[in-house]
Each structure stands twice: as structure tokens, then as C-alpha cells.
T-cell receptor, first 111, second 114 residues
Framework: EDQVTQSPEALRLQEGESSSLNCSYT??????LFWYRQDPGKGPEFLFTLYSAGEEKEKERLKATLTKKESFLHITAPKPEDSATYLC????????????FGKGITLSVRP | DAGITQSPRHKVTETGTPVTLRCHQT?????MYWYRQDPGHGLRLIHYSYGVKDTDKGEVSDGYSVSRSKTEDFLLTLESATSSQTSVYFC?????????????FGPGTRLLVL
């Protein structure tokens, strides 16, 4: 059974204080790892897809990395507008496009 | 933003009544999905569709049915709503191609079953 574990459950940072969010996964053949951002009362917003170990992707203050067992979402010099819940999901081989999601990490950035 | 709308956006209903939620897309994507999101559980797949009239169950399908008669519309029906189905429901779409299989989500429907 595919599993995704995100840690910590919640993270509070001061503006400008860089940190990382973790997504550990167990999957029978990874076909993609996805990061989403979700603001309160809204649907998840796509951020990144990573397909193979060693791959990295960046967008503004965010950088996602991937190993064979986990992914990190690094946040550099965060701002209050980066406050949101960050979701990680995996797609396994043969999963017919289905995703397995973690429970999410709630990030709060104080000014 | 992906062209996905959900209706209604909010609904309050009573136990035992049938409820239908609608997802409409303007992207002509092949795949459509229904998820529910509950505190402590994350997003869980209810049903999905891989084409018109082609649907399959997800991990939490009991008590739910779906229909897809047109590419653009995917309906989720709660046959007889129960309090345990109080949740936020999200529709998602993807084009289903091998490389670009990102799922894009709608704004959600908040359902309260009394």
C-alpha cells in the first residue's frame, strides 16, 4: 500500500527564517511526486512535479528536491504570504493516474 | 487557473436525503476525480472517471455514486446522506497523458449533513 507521511504537522517561522518541509513516501514504483499549496477555504494549487531522484525544481522562494525515499520543500526567506498548508502526493506505477496524499503541513510565517 | 467549477459551493442537508454535487470543466481533460478532505485524513479519493461513462472506485467510495455523460461534467451523488459525509468535496481534472499527469483542483464544495 502506498503511503505518504509529511512532517512536521505544523511549522511556525519568523519572516526571513528559512526552513524545510519533509515528505516521506513508500510506493511501488514512483511515477511522480507532487507538491501543492492550499489556502484556507480554497482548493489545492499545483506547485511542482518531480519524477526521479536527484531532480530539483524552483519557484520564487520555494525549491523542491527528491530522493528515493523522501522529498523536501525548502522555503528560503519566507514571507507572511507563504503561510498555507502544503500537500505532498505520489503516483505509483500502474495507479491509473490516482494520487495518494499526505495529511499536509500547515506553515505560518509571522511578520 | 484550470477551468474547473463546482456547484453548489455550500450545502446544508438532512440525514437521509439524496445530494448531488456537480463538477464542470472547460479544459477537455480526459480524467476527472472526486475527493473528500477531512481534518486528520488529508485528501481521499472517492471515485474517478477516465472517460465518458467510464468510472472506477477510489478508497472511500461506500455511500457514493458518480456519473459522467459528457466530457465536461462529473456528478457525485450521495444516495442517502449521513453525518459522516459532512466534509469538503473537491473535484480535480488531469489530461491523462504519460508525462503531464498533474491534477488540477476546483474550489471545493462544503457539505454539512445534519
Amino acid at each position: 500500500e502506498d503511503q505518504v507521511t509529511q512532517s512536521p504537522e505544523a511549522l511556525r517561522l519568523q519572516e526571513g527564517e528559512s526552513s524545510s518541509l519533509n515528505c516521506s513516501y513508500t510506493v511501488s514504483g514512483l511515477r511522480g511526486l507532487f507538491w501543492y499549496r492550499q489556502d484556507p477555504g480554497k482548493g489545492p494549487e499545483f506547485l511542482f512535479t518531480l519524477y526521479s531522484a536527484g531532480e530539483e525544481k524552483e519557484k520564487e522562494r520555494l525549491k523542491a528536491t527528491l530522493t528515493k525515499k523522501e522529498s523536501f520543500l525548502h522555503i528560503t526567506a519566507p514571507k507572511p504570504e507563504d503561510s498555507a498548508t502544503y500537500l505532498c502526493a505520489v503516483r505509483a506505477e500502474g495507479a491509473n493516474s490516482k494520487l495518494t496524499f499526505g495529511k499536509g503541513i500547515t506553515l505560518s510565517v509571522r511578520p | 487557473d484550470a477551468g474547473i467549477t463546482q456547484s453548489p459551493r455550500h450545502k446544508v442537508t438532512e440525514t437521509g436525503t439524496p445530494v448531488t454535487l456537480r463538477c464542470h470543466q472547460t479544459e477537455n481533460h480526459r480524467y476527472m476525480y472526486w475527493y473528500r478532505q477531512d481534518p486528520g485524513h488529508g485528501l481521499r479519493l472517492i471515485h474517478y472517471s477516465y472517460g465518458v461513462k467510464d468510472t472506477d472506485k477510489g478508497e472511500v467510495s461506500d455511500g457514493y455514486s458518480v456519473s459522467r455523460s459528457k466530457t465536461e461534467d462529473f456528478l457525485l451523488t450521495l444516495e442517502s446522506a449521513t453525518s459522516s459525509q459532512t466534509s469538503v468535496y473537491f473535484c480535480a481534472i488531469s489530461d491523462g497523458r504519460l508525462v503531464q499527469e498533474t491534477q488540477y483542483f476546483g474550489p471545493g464544495t462544503r457539505l454539512l449533513v445534519l
